[in-house]
């Protein structure tokens, strides 16, 4: 059974730090794309970043780049999107998403594009 198990979400303040994570089991989670979306009640679930299989290449929605960091731990199976200066137009339930295309090389930018999906965690910015 696949199972994708986020962690890590939270209230925390204006220019606060989240690390949230994504627990893989019952994939080939080494040879796997990953990726982190976000979504919130008035808004579509959106592309936040994306890391490859080896975890040599990444890329961020521009809305989050410099302040996002996406990571992955294959000895681990868990893929870690580190959150800094966090606003509160970062608040959303954040999703990791796997895409089952082993060793493609590539990166996903589209919902469509992901195979596995994981409930969600809520992040919540505010004072």
């Known amino acids: 059974q696949v199972q994708l198990v986020e962690s890590g979400g939270g209230l925390v303040q204006p220019g606060g730090s989240l690390r949230l994570s994504c627990a893989a089991s019952?994939?080939?989670?080494?040879?796997?794309?990953m990726g982190w979306f976000r979504q919130t009640p008035v808004k579509e679930r959106e592309f936040v970043a994306a890391?490859?299989?080896?975890?040599?290449?990444?890329d961020y929605a521009d809305s989050v780049k410099a302040r996002f960091t996406i990571s992955r731990d294959n000895a681990k199976k868990t893929t870690y999107l580190q959150m800094d200066s966090l606003k509160p137009e970062d608040t959303a339930v954040y999703y990791c998403?796997?895409?089952?295309?082993?060793?493609?090389?590539?990166?996903?930018?589209?919902?469509?594009?992901?195979?596995?999906w994981g409930q969600g965690t809520q992040v919540t910015v505010s004072s």
């Open positions: 998403a796997a895409n089952a295309s082993p060793y493609s090389g590539r990166l996903y930018y589209t919902r469509d594009e992901y195979h596995y």
């Open positions: 019952g994939l080939a989670f080494t040879s796997y794309a």
């Open positions: 890391i490859s299989w080896s975890g040599s290449s990444t």
